[in-house]
């Protein structure tokens, strides 16, 4: 695959993104990480996995200039991003979450889905979708924060720091970068003590009983971007990010 790869060993699936420098998610990285972790789920030597990134930043979310395409093909559009991510929250072994620098929008989605995060000291995780025309992500960040902070997340757009979501309970460890794998590690390790059988339907319980409609969620949320995207605020919201200015709203 061009920008997700499957490293195997001793029971350990190590998934990296690589779209460097920042990992912006487009249409076809998605489709590949849905691929990658539906072929986990047949692979009988993997127990556990992690979730990491190459470059500067874990991932900044949708890449913004497919936004642009959006009124075209919506529907195939979201379907994919909620699949993909999906894919990560039902993989059928514990996934540790690797996260560094900024995880923002679907990219905090995916970090959000994991079991388990260890995150570097300068991790951010956001929803910055309402400052670029778009309504999601807002229920993944359910599973890391309390809802009031949920909505000053998804109504601002303003990221909040790894040690604030370590002090809600939604991160395992904060850790300086150049610790980020070791700590990972550690954790997988303990993991592996475990029966993967016994793993693989403790994860499954869990996560029935947590919230059996996530998705469902999802696809609301995405049903008022579907709304917004006729609008000519949303066109100024895009435009404006792009160009790297203030939005000028008109309400219409």
């Known amino acids: 695959m061009k920008f997700?790869?499957?490293?195997?060993?001793?029971h350990i699936g190590v998934v990296t993104l690589h779209?460097?420098?920042?990992?912006?998610?487009?249409?076809?990285?998605?489709?590949?990480i849905r691929d990658t972790f539906t072929a986990i789920n047949v692979m009988d030597d993997v127990r556990v996995v992690i979730l990491r990134?190459?470059?500067?930043?874990?991932?900044?979310?949708?890449?913004?200039?497919?936004?642009?395409?959006?009124?075209?093909?919506?529907?195939?559009y979201i379907d994919t991003v909620k699949i993909s991510i999906d894919s990560v929250y039902n993989c059928h072994v514990p996934v540790v979450g690797v996260i560094h620098g900024a995880a923002l929008g679907s990219g905090m989605a995916l970090a959000a889905c994991c079991d388990i995060l260890v995150a570097s000291d300068d991790a951010v995780f956001g929803i910055p979708e309402i400052k670029v025309g778009?309504?999601?992500?807002g229920e993944f960040a359910d599973l890391l924060v309390p809802r009031k902070v949920l909505n000053y997340m998804a109504l601002t757009g303003n990221p909040i720091t790894a040690q604030e979501i370590q002090q809600y309970g939604g991160i395992h460890k904060v850790v300086p970068r150049e610790e980020l794998m070791n700590a990972a590690l550690e954790v997988v390790d303990e993991l592996l003590q475990v029966g993967p059988i016994a793993s693989r339907y403790f994860k499954e319980a869990l996560h029935r009983n947590l919230?059996?409609?996530?998705?469902e969620k999802s696809t609301l949320e995405a049903s008022y971007t579907e709304k917004y995207v006729g609008t000519a605020d949303f066109t100024e919201a895009i435009t404006a990010f792009l160009e790297k200015r203030k939005p000028e709203y008109k309400g219409k």
């Open 4 to 10: 997700v790869s499957l490293e195997v060993e001793n």
């Open 19 to 32: 779209r460097e420098p920042i990992n912006a998610i487009t249409f076809d990285m998605y489709e590949e």
């Open 53 to 76: 990134a190459e470059g500067r930043m874990f991932s900044p979310g949708g890449d913004v200039n497919e936004f642009k395409t959006l009124q075209d093909r919506f529907s195939e």
């Open 134 to 137: 778009i309504i999601g992500a």
């Open 211 to 215: 919230d059996a409609q996530l998705l």
